[in-house]
Every structure is written in C-alpha cells, then in structure tokens.
C-alpha cells in the first residue's frame, strides 16, 4: 500500500516521523537512508541486541536434567575438601 506524508523539515534539517508510523515500520533506533535518482528511501536497521536474541536459543531443559548430577558431584567434591 503507497502512502504520501508530509513532514516538516526544521531549521537543523531534521525530519520527525510521527511515532505511529515509526512503530508501524518497526524504527526504533536506527534508519538506513537510500538515495537513488532523487528518491531517498528510509528503512528500520534492527538492533543488535534484537537480532542476537532471536538467533541464540537456550536449552533449560539440559540444564536442568542436568542439575541432580551436578549436585551431586559437588557435594561429593565438598565431602572430599572437608574430610
């Protein structure tokens, strides 16, 4: 779907796009500009941060079929330094 807005410039040359529209396009902190005959074209850059947590995946339930063995071993190792 094309849309037109108008958007007021200010006396720094920034351009504010209304926050319904940023949530709209995903802009949170950052932008890519394009400029191509004239036309420059804005896109959200997902963060870092965003894109790390959606590739990492944890495995709790290793962890925690893990942990009865793990005790035991450390109380096992404890034993052994207080004997």
């Given at each position: 779907m094309k849309r037109r807005?108008?958007?007021k410039v200010d006396?720094?040359?920034r351009?504010?796009?209304p926050k319904k529209i940023r949530q709209e396009l995903?802009?949170?902190e950052e932008v890519s500009a394009t400029i191509e005959d004239g036309v420059m074209k804005v896109e959200p850059i997902e963060s870092i941060l965003d894109r790390?947590?959606?590739s990492v995946k944890f495995n709790y339930g290793g962890v925690e079929a893990a942990l009865?063995?793990?005790r035991k071993?450390?109380?096992k190792q404890l034993l052994k330094e207080i004997s």
């Open positions: 807005l108008a958007l006396q720094k040359g351009i504010q796009i995903g802009i949170i790390l947590s959606r009865p063995n793990l071993a450390a109380e």
